[in-house]
Structure formats: structure tokens, C-alpha cells
């Protein structure tokens, strides 16, 4: 049969002669692949594209331990991989894989959140509600990218085509650009999504996500009124709070925490980031631990210390370790990487007010997050205090989390003086990441950070 | 140019060398002189009985009396006896014996017919075609059995190895199964495959590893050439296809060349039953030879005195907490071990004047260095059936083969990560656990990694004689390769720091290629000249298609092997690919008298792997040549000159070596997300590429001397390769593809010599001595690439350099006076960076490469010396070897650092603690000049010695033949840079040193009955 079908293939291409051949090399469509072209004939395949978004955006795993180490919150005995020069806070551009993996996810993400933007731009559907909800869930997840990479890099590329003729050779953009950018992603996604969950799980974006990375953005940027608005129609939704208050400590990073605003699903029931960052047994010494300074800056009392901080007793001595999510690789609870919460939202609206000179607003925002804490409520204090009482709580109440130690540092301009002392290493080009030398070789148009080769 | 000066000067040596042998055997003649009765006089001449041959050897069969003939074929020899066996031999032709009766009664003329086992008798072919190396206008290099046998490879094309001019293989890998490449003339092309399109008994093999749908399936061999599944002694032969003429009926896959791969038919007429096994041994020979303990602690104490750092339990266990006296070496550790090998093969074959048969089986089992109970084994069987009609006008040829291989191995073994862990690191901690501060390699044995090939081969031929001159042959052919693939990471073989599961992959991949191939040849004269046409058209469909499934949280890690026993599935992954090729082509040659002949061939091909409007192309070439010795002004004049031909070719072949389906962008769905499918990019489109295209340009000089004891092949090429298809690399930035497809106007340029000789050095009447020699010198060079400078290649290549250009900083000096590595300021911008600074500090393409080869008989006994050469550079990128300091051995050569202020030396001081100058500067001498060396070698790549039993003594055994062997495979390696410290140069390639070939030694018999 087979011989069959061959000798009827040639005596048809030879009957047909020279110009007819193309029948003969017409191969069966790739059966397990989806071609780009049909994306937009289902809505069902465009929307596993963008769950595809989402889930390449699940780039924290490797992140958090190594941001944890590279600002003050980790400490680390290893010498395995990348760990040694995050520790010292003196990355290759060339060798150092940590570095890259990051930039790698978060361009990836934006490359597909890209497709779908063009895709649905391009086609005559433009318009339908179900596509302009994915734009803008892609918009949004592309902002999320963007806002890491502008924090970590400085100034990056603004890649909005999915052409990689053109991304290819893109050159750095202004980081003020690329704020732009995302708050201009981040509006158009507060007016594409809808206030409830597409799925009732907050493991995809809704219009309260969107507005609260906006509210950090501007927060970032001072924006001090915007900031104070945009977290304000968060909180005020009434959705991440009970009865206007934090809810308990223990359920925060549970897959059904109430006050997360925006989480990232696993199939597993644990996070990259519980299953890197917490120790075998009580017994060994973890990958990780907490400095001591970050152990320091808990005051006495601080609930937050007993729930979210663990330890390992080897030979006597304690090793504390960051316990927010609990579930190494099993366990009886399910938890979700929580990208945004609203105890992060009551700090930026309390930074936003001080700055806007509303010292009562901003304490009362400052006491919602202290209260669940267990700490003693502030009364008054004056602006550059109370401002510092933030960045403090901030500190102890968003350690290990998003990398927001390192980027506060940042944006407060006390990095080089809170870090020299502790580092020796340490120098001011450390504020930036390198930009990956293989990236440099490919795209002629990148240059690095300074003081890096 | 001057590794082509090298390789001309090399051979001026050669050829006075060999007139130096020639004018010692000119001087040396027989001695005579015995009390005679009768002279036996008479004359040699060529089977048609027109030549007289000059110098043939004539001896009397079980003496040592003899005689050469003389300028008319004459000789004479003295004898005593009335009744004699007359030996007649001569190079070139076969030997009789021949019963005598003295007095003679008439005048005695021995007639000695071609020998085609002589190199320019040789038959070759194109796999459309059939000539001899005398005749044949195009570049084909054979060997053959004889030589495969000797070498107790795994592989065959690690058989190849040095053998062939204009042929470099190398080895990636020398466990058992381990990967080799082999490349044709050079790299032609920037990004596609350069891999020479194999074809098996006429149907075209797949080259690609099936091992490669995963990474979980990448063990410590790397990607697993399908070429192993067939056995190497059941080759005949294997031909190269090197130049225009003869690949061009390859269309578009014949750039890289073409392998062809013959394997053993029945001929006999007799039934013969042969057996032939052997049992041996092989070995890793040479490791990197690192510091010992007491050096490697001094040197850590001084990194850290170096660098004022307290060594403490945490920065420095090698210091404070291992034993400082216990130490453990562990290249020898872990790849210590002696392989074990059997290999047997028992035949059949016979038949009568109309059918032949040939019904082999062959086993195979070979241990493994590593310290765990591994093997490779291999078994298969063949059946070969050849059928003439009475009337000899239908001719039928049928095979079928089935080999099954099982490979059992470990995942990795990381050259740098774990042979040069520290002497003193301790595998278990007090407790009895595995220690883990680095890697524990002795845990991570019990990572395993499984692969079972089956591989399928069928071929049948019909050919049919309708008329004089006018024929039809359809080939019809198919096989199909399955690998199974498991491979498993126990927890307990992993860090615990890390959080450890279980898991497991389970992996199947399968392919699948069909060839219909009718073709019709027609043979006429007209006039003087011998036409022969052929047309034909070839359709060929290759399917791969497979699945990977990996698995997770076994509760029990006896129970790994069982997917029942998973808690998780954690990626399950499906593979498909469908290739199909059609294509119509001709020939036509011509031969006039035997002295001018020309070929001509075109063929239009079209391949699925083009999006539409760029899948058919045309190819085409023609070629002369003129075998001057057959003029007779020339013979008149050089009466030496045996054989001379001038050839010259020129033609156009493709290249479409890429993956399939490139001109589709597309999603592949691995994963979910909310337990809805989620698609991730899996490719990105451009619809507009097609054939990267090579034009070959060939000139070639073939000479024979005294009746071709000495023979000459000259040959020079020029490839010159363009519209080249480029994976282009993409920066990440644009998503998370790597590359993507596009064609693009660059040159690439290949230009070489070739140069083979073979001489008979001696031919006494029991002992002779044959040698070979091949040299190939390369040029590789990109001669175009338009916007380099803002390409993604800017920082890759360079134009008018070639393509495997190491570029990096120029290491200037270690400093004396703080002992840092410091690097030259190309662009004289006061900082060292990598855009800026970077320029060519070497190649890792050999200048040239070849091999020598030298066959003594005496009596009964053969012995073969087989030496294989390359004259290149390496770069050896891991740190350890030239940065001292961190935690891990290093090379012995560090033991040169610098010390003080004032030490004038290259290797820079220690350093201990990451962020300090001369930490820093370890990635840069990585990236310098200071990695790139002098990688030349000479291998002691063969040995063997042979006997075969006389044959009263085999007749008493009733043996019709009976063969003993000993050989002997990469025996030794020599290289003149003491800086490699013991490493092998052949799998030191970049950033990785792999495991190099194995020293091997087999003892064997060969019977036949």
C-alpha cells in the first residue's frame, strides 16, 4: 500500500512534469503546534495565548532570594551559581545567569502581550468586549513588566510590536519614558477590565489590579495626588479589606488571601519563591536567612515577626528565615505568588499624604498596617518623621516581597549609605543591574550601565 | 596562506622522503645464483595482452627464487625442479599461480588481469551512478571494510577519522554512543547545518539526534548521532561526495557534502560461514592535571591572604572544615574505571550464479569508565538477497536490516563542575549524608539516563534491461528509527538545600523515511564516444514524530521508573514534524576513447521546509576530465608516468538544512494556567526564505608512477556558499525564541588543498610495506555580510576572517606589581569593554588536518600503524584553568602565578573573594587571548597487528580461513603546548571539555568455514 502510494506519487509528479511538483512537498500542518494566523479565529485560543502571559510572568522564583541578597534582607552561605556575586552585590554582565533569566522572562512576557495587543489592533474585530478585556489584561501584565524592568535596568527598550526585525535593534529608552509608557498601558487597562475577576480567581487581572500597580507607578514617579486617588479607589472598593481593616496575618499569601489584589496560579499549590526560600527541616541550615538588620528593625512585639519569620536551630544557633509563604513543595494549603496586596496600597496612600502635607490621612493609613501588626499606634508626628516611620514600615511589612526593599532604597536615594557600611563591595553602579553582555552582542543599539564592561 | 605553505612545504618533504625510499629499492635486487638444470624464461603482459608490464615480480612458489621483468615483460629464473608454481605479481593487478612442467614446450606469456582493490580501479559511486576512480570526473574518497575492521570503534564514523582528505571528524564525546561530528570541507554556512547529508544503502538517514526533544534526555553524551545503530562491521564501504559533480544530483542537500554507506552484500558462490568477534578494554588516558592537596590549600590560604579576608566556614570550608590531609582524585574517581567490550558478528552468505545471500547477526556490549554499573549494547541482524533473471535482463536487490541498541549512562558529569572539585571535598558528612556545599558527583550517579534505539532499514532495487543500452531501475526504500528514552533525578541525588522531588522523564521519539527513486539509463556510441543519459525523479517523506512526559514526586525512588507511581505529572510535551522533497534529474556523460570525458547533471528540487513561492530551486554541474597518460606523445615520454588525469568541475548544490515548519509563526501548548491551556511562542514567522546555495569549483591532478607504486591526487577547491540561511540570533529582548530564520546575502568562502598520496614503499617476495598519507588545508573565510556592523553578528564575526572566530580582549600582561590580568585598550577609550575592546584572538577551525597511514606485510602477518593529525587552536573558557584562587582545583599551570610584586608571569594572583580587581578579571582572561592556545595533536589514532593461520594449517581445522587480531584504538596523543596540562585537544572545545575518545584494546579472531 505504502509502495503503492509512492509509485503513484512520482508517476504523477512526472506525468505533471517540472512545475507541478507542489503537491509532492505538501506536508501535513505541524499537529502540535498552533500557527500565529488562526490566534484570532477563537477567542478560546487568544485567551490561552494570554494565559501563556501569565504564566511566563512567574519569573520571581530565582528573583526574590537573589534581590533579598543583593539588598540587605538575605544573607547566604552558599557559593553555588549566581549566589556569591549577589551577595557581594557585584554581578557579571557577562556570566552571571540570575541577571539574565529575569530580563529573559519579563521580555518574553512582553513579547507575547505584545502579539496579542497587535493582533487584536489589526483585526476588524477591534471593538468586541471579550478582546478588548484581553488587550487589556496584556496591557496590564506588560506594564507589570516594564515597571520591573525599568526599577532593576534603569533605562530599557520600549518594545510595543511583536516585529522582532524592529525589537531586535531597539535601542535603551529614558526611564521617564518609560514610566510613560506603563501608566498609559496601565489607564488603558483600568478602562478595559472589569471590576470582578474574568474567572472569580484573582489569578487574572481585574480594573483594581491595574489602578493599584498605577498608584505604585505614580507613587515611583511623586505623583503624589495620583497616587493618594489611585489607591484610594482601591481600599475604598472594600474588596481587600474586613471591615475596613487588614485581615489576619496567616491568610495573607494563602490562594485565597482576601487582601491580594493580584496573584500569579500555580498548578502545584506552591510558590517558586516558598519553594527556594524555605529550608528543608527545622533543622538545616536554609539557603537563605534573614540579615540581622532586617531581624533588627521588627519592633519588639511586631506580630509579623511570629508569623511571617521562621527558624532553623542547627547547633545551637538560630537561623531566621522569611515564613510569609509556608508551603516548601506539599502541603494542606495552596498558595499563590501575591503580586499586589492592599496593605502595600494604605503605605503608598500614607507616603502620597504626607507628602501632600496630610499628615492625619497618612497616619491613619500608617496605623491600618501597624494595627495588624500589633504594634502601638502612632499619635502625630511631623513630616520627615512620619515620613521615615513609612519607609520603616515598609520595610518590615514588605520584606521578601517584590523586590520593594531594593527598589525603596532606590527611589529614596539612600542606597549608597545604607549599603556601603554593610558591603564592602559595594559600589554606586550596583544601583543599576548590568545589562546581560549576550543581549549586548545581539543588539548592537543596547549600551551598558555605567562602570560595567 | 600559511597553512597552506605549511601543508606544500610538508609534502615537499614528503615526496623527497619517498624518492629517497624509491632510489633504496632501486639499488636492492633480489639475490640470485643456485645450480640450475632449466631456465624458465617468459613474459608478463596485460590481461588484453597488448602491454607488457614493467617490474612485476615473479617467484617460485615456496622458494626464494625469483626474478623482476624487464623493460619488454621479460624474465628469466634458474631452477633445479622439472615441475614448478610459478607467483606472478604485480601492483596494480592480481596475482597468479601458475603449475609448470620443464622443459617448457612453447613461449610462456602470463596474462595478469586489473586488480580493482588498486586505488584508481576502484569502483565508486554517487548513488546514481557507478565509475571507477580512474574514470570518474567528480571527487570521491571510499574506504572500505578492510579498514573498518581494524578499528575497534563504537561508532562509524569515529572510523573515519583522519582517513579521507578534506574530511574532518571529530569526536564530541568519547563514552560509548557519544556524539561526532563530521564536516566536509569546511563551514559553508554562518548558522545552518553543516552536517554532511548521510545516506544508507540509498536512502537518506537522519542525521539529527533523537535525544533532543527534551533537555531532561541530554545525558552526559550530548545528542546521540542515530549513526550509532549501525554497526560498523556490517559496512562495506563508505564514500564521500565532496565536490560539484559528484553531489549535484544531491540538489539541495548536497552542499555539506554526502556520505554514502554501503553494507555487506553475499557474493560467494561457495557458502560461507564467517565469524568474527574479539574482547577488550578501553580507558580515559588523560586528565587535566591539577594541583594536590597541600599545593591547592597553600594556594586558597594565599588567595585569601591576597585578597585580606579571613578564611571562614562559610567562604572557605576547603580551609577550616574538611580534612586537610584526605584527598581524593577525582578524575580517576569517577571515569577511572575500565570498559569492557565484546563485539561478535556470524554470517552466511553464498549462493549461485543467479542469487546471492548474506544472512549476519552482530552483538556488541560495552562497559563504561564510569564508576556505576553502565553498559552499552547493541544487537541487530541483516538479511541481503541479490537475484539476477536467467535472462539477465531483470536484476532484483533486497535488504533488510534491524539493529536494537540499550545505553545506559548517567545524566551529567560537568567537567569543570565536578572533576575539579576541591582534593579534599568530602562526598558524606560525618553522618553518613552526601556533603553538598558544591556539587556531590557521587550522589549524582544515581541520576540516570536510559536511551533504547531500534532502527529499521529496508532497500530494495529493481532494474530491468529493456533493450540494448536501455535500462530502468526503480530504488525504493524505507526506514525508521525509534529512541525511548527515561532519564531520573532522585531527591537523594540532589542538594537538600534546594528542595528536592523526585522526578522522572519518559520520552519516545520516532522517525520515519520513505524514497521512490525510478530512474532510466540509456548507453549508445556515437562514433568514439561512449554517451551515457540517465533521468530519473526522486520523492523522499521523513515524519518524526514523539513525546516526552516528566513526572514528579515519587513517594518511593525504587518505584521511579513506573509513571503509576508519580504524585505529579509536571510537563508532558508531543513532537511532530513532517519533511517532504521531490525532485526531477539527468545526467549526461560522455567518454571519448577513454581519455576526455565530461559529465553534466541538473536537478530541480523542492522541499516543504521553504514557505510557499521558495520551495523549488535548480541545481546543476558540469565537469571535465582528461586522462593525459592515455596520450601517446606522453607515454613515449615519461615511460614513468603510469597514470595521469587533469579534472576540473564546477556547480551549484543547496543546502536546506533547517528545522521544519520555520516559515509559520506558532504556539505550542505545554502548560496550563487556571487549568485552561496556556499556548507559549514557539516559533516566529518569516515566510520569505529559501536555499542557502554553494557554488563549488574543483580542479584536480591524479598521478601514477611506475605502474602506480606511487600515486598523487592534488586537488584544490573553492566553495563558495551564499544566500545564507541564518538562524538569526535574536537578543532576548525581542522573546524568547534565540533566533529566527531569514536568508541573508552574506559569503561565506571554503578554499583548501588536498593532497593524498599512496605508495607501495617495498614489495619483496614476503614482505611489503604500503603507506598512505592525506593532508587537507583549510581556508574559511566570510567574505560578505552586509551591515555586519549593525547586525546582531557585529560582535561574532569579522569579514575576511573565519567563521569560528574567537574574539576577545588581548590579553596584554599580569601586572607586576598587583599581580591583576590586564587586557589591552583597543579603542584607546580609557575602559576595558566588551563592545569596544574585543578583537580576533584566534580561530577553532583546524589549518589542517590528515592523516598516515602505514600497512606491513610479512608472511602472514599484517601490521597497520594508523597516526591522524590536526594543526588548530583551542579555547579553554572555564575559569579554574587559568584564574586560581576560588573555591576548586585547578590546572597544574598555576603553580606560575604571580606571588609578589615583581613576578613577571601570565597567570594573575589569587583571588578568593568575589568584587576584589583580580576576581573581576577572571571573566575577562576567560574572555582573552590569555584561554586561546595551541591545540595541535597527533594521535596514535590505530594499531593493529594481524595473522592469518597458513592455509594447510586452517585445511587441518577445516577453516577456509582463520585470522587473528590485535588492535589498538586512540592509542596515545601528542601535543606540543604544555599549557593543556593533560587535556585532550580534540574535546576541548569553548567553555566545554568533554570526556575524550578512550584508549582501547581489543584481541579477536576471524574465521570462516
Known sequence: MLLQSIFRQVVICLILGLTSCEQLIQTDPPKTLVSSEILLSDPTLLESALLGCYYSLDFEGGFIPYIGLYADELSSSSSSSSIPEFSTSSLSANTNTGNYAVWKSLYSVIYQTNVIIEKVASSSTNGDPLLTQFVAEAKFLRALCYFYLVNIWGDVPILTTADVGITSRQPRDPVSAVYSQLIQDLLDAQDGLPTVYPTGKKTRASRFAATALLARAYLYTGLWEKAQASASLVIDSGLYTAAGKLPALEKTFDASSIEAIFQIWNAAGYTAVGNMLLPDSPTTVPTYYLSAGLLDAFEKGDLRKLSWVSASVVNGRNYFFPFKYKVKNSGAVSEYSVMLRVSEQYLIRAQARANLNNLTGAIQDLNVVRERGGLTMVSQAAKEPLLDAIAKERRVELFCENAHRFFDLKRSGRIDAVMSPLKATWQSKAALFPIPLEELRLNSALKQNPSYN | MKPLYCSLGVLCRYIAYLLFVYLLLCAWRPARGQTTNYRLYGQVVSADGEEPLIGASVLLKGTTNGATTDKSGHFAVLTSDNKVILTVSFIGYRSIDTLLLLPLQSKLSLRLAQDPGMLEEVKVSTGYWETSKRLSTGNISKITADVIEKQPVTSVLAALSGRMPGVFVQTENGLPGGGIKVQIRGRGSITAGTDPLYVVNGVPFISTALNTISSNFQNINGPVSPLNSIPPADIESIEVLKDADATALYGSRGANGVVLI???????????????????????????????????????????ANDAVEPTKVNAPDLTVWDPSLATDWGKELLGNKAHVTDTQLSVGGGSQHTHFRVGVNYRKEGSVLPADHSYRRSGGQINLDHKSSDEKLTLQAMA????????????????????????????????????T??????????????????????????????????????????QIQMKMYSSLPASSQNPANGPVSSASFGNNASQTMLAEPQIEYQTRWGKTKLTMLTGASWQKMTTEGSAITARDFTNEQMMENLGAAGTISSKSTNFSSYKYASLFGRLAADHLGKYLLSATFRRDGSSRFGPGNQFGNFGAIAAAWIFSEENALRNVLPALSFGKLRASYGITGNDQISNYQYLSSYASYYAYEQMPALSPATVANSRFGWESTRKLEAGMNLGFLNSRLEVDVTYFSHKSDNQLIGYPLPYMSGPFGTYQANFPGIVRNTGLEIELNTLNIKGRNFSWKSGFNLTALRNRLVEFPGLASSSYANIYEIGKDLSIIKGYRFTAVNPDNGTAQFEDTNQDGLLTFAGDRVGIGKSSPDFYGGFSNTFTYGGFQLDVFLQFVKQQ????????????????????????????????????AAAVAGTPAWTARNNIANSSASVMDGSYIRGKNISLSYTLPGAFCEKLKLTRCHLFVQGQNLFVLTFNSRLA????????????????????????????
Open chain 2, 262 to 304: 554501503r553494507t555487506k552484500r553475499g557474493n560467494a558462490n561457495k557458502t560461507e560461514v564467517s565469524l568474527n568477534t574479539y574482547f577488550g578494554s578501553s580507558q580515559v588516558t588523560s586528565f587535566l592535571r591539577t594541583l594536590a592537596l597541600p599545593e591547592y590549600l597553600a594556594l586558597r590560604k594565599e588567595a585569601f
Open chain 2, 401 to 436: 536490516s534491524f539493529t536494537a541498541d540499550q545505553n545506559n549512562l548517567i545524566r551529567s558529569i560537568d567537567y569543570a563542575g565536578t572533576l575539579l572539585l576541591p582534593p579534599n571535598y568530602p562526598v558524606y558528612n560525618p553522618d553518613g549524608s552526601y556533603h553538598w
Open chain 2, 438 to 479: 558544591l556539587n556531590n558527583p557521587i550522589a549524582m550517579l544515581g541520576q540516570k539516563s536510559e536511551s533504547r534505539t531500534q532502527n529499521l532499514n529496508t532497500q530494495t532495487t529493481f532494474s530491468y534491461a529493456i533493450s540494448k543500452g536501455f535500462s530502468m531501475r526503480v530504488n525504493l526504500g524505507y526506514n
Open chain 2, 874 to 909: 583551542v579555547q579553554i573558557n572555564p575559569f579554574p584553568f587559568l584564574t586560581p584562587g576560588a573555591i576548586g582545583n585547578v590546572s597544574d599551570q598555576v603553580m606560575g602565578r604571580w606571588r609578589q610584586a615583581g613576578d613577571l608571569t601570565t597567570i594573575q594572583r
Open chain 2, 982 to 1009: 593533560g587535556l585532550d585537544p580534540e574535546t576541548v572545545r569553548g567553555s566545554a571539555v568533554t570526556i575524550p575518545p578512550m584508549r582501547s584494546w581489543a584481541v579477536g579472531v576471524n574465521l570462516s568455514l
